[in-house]
């Protein structure tokens, strides 16, 4: 199979503060890997591309400084939402691709709620 | 740029009925085409893919044929079950840029089966 991971799967944080979103790649290595927000009653839209060892690739109007992607390892990408706002609440999904294949597989999701 | 154009229901359907859920892109190049399914809770699952004109993705009893005249691939199934109520996308991938290719996502189709 090729299985991703999420953790946390629900967080709520306070205003101001910082979050971080790990997605792994559990039984496979990934060479690339997607962070997404979903919003409600909307599609799926990227936000950035990482590929291990190199700095991400942001979609035009995400805000680098804000959510701070690392991709340390061929099974591990973090997002971190840093200052995080209410208006940064949403659903936060992860996919990965493994070397090759042109195919993404999904994470679960991660509900950031903001107070 | 690419973009995909699906119904956005949401599609209520009565168990055994049949279901089709339209979906027509625009894509400069030979995209691959996808429907991917979002269960209540659960991040999204590949249901089936076709990669050029005249393929018939299929699975779990769902198909769908990528027509490159229209340019469209809809979502069929003779008859729909309980279990099948859920969030699909349709989504594209432009196919450029090595591994590093990008999906492009449809607004989702809420379905919902009834007993």
């Known amino acids: 199979g090729a299985v991703v991971s999420q953790h946390p799967s629900r967080v709520i944080c306070k205003s101001g503060t910082s979050v971080k979103i790990e997605c792994r790649s559990l039984?496979?290595?990934?060479?690339?890997m997607f962070w997404y927000r979903q919003f409600p009653k909307k599609s799926l839209m990227l936000m950035a591309t990482s590929n291990e060892g190199s700095k991400a690739t942001y979609e035009q109007g995400v805000e680098k400084d804000k959510f701070l992607i690392n991709h340390a390892s061929l099974t591990l990408s973090t997002l971190t939402v840093t200052s995080a706002h209410p208006e940064d609440s949403s659903f936060y999904i992860c996919?990965?691709?493994?070397?090759?294949?042109?195919?993404?597989?999904f994470g679960p999701g991660t509900r950031l709620t903001v107070t | 740029g690419d973009s995909v154009t699906q119904m956005e229901g949401p599609v209520t359907l009565s168990e055994e009925a049949f279901l089709t859920i339209n979906c027509t892109y625009t894509a400069t190049g030979y995209p691959s085409l996808f429907w991917y399914v979002q269960y209540p809770g659960e991040g999204l699952q590949l249901l089936l893919k076709?990669?050029?004109?005249?393929d018939k993705g299929s699975n779990k009893g769902f198909e769908a044929t990528y027509r490159k005249e229209t340019t469209s691939f809809h979502l069929e199934k003779g008859s729909v079950q309980v279990s099948d109520s859920a969030v699909y996308f349709c989504a594209l991938s432009d196919g450029s840029g090595g591994s590093n290719y990008k999906l492009t996502f449809g607004k989702g189709t809420l379905l919902t089966v009834n007993p």
């Open positions: 996919s990965a691709e493994r070397g090759g294949e042109y195919e993404q597989y």
């Open positions: 076709a990669t050029k004109a005249d």
């Open positions: 039984d496979f290595q990934a060479t690339t």
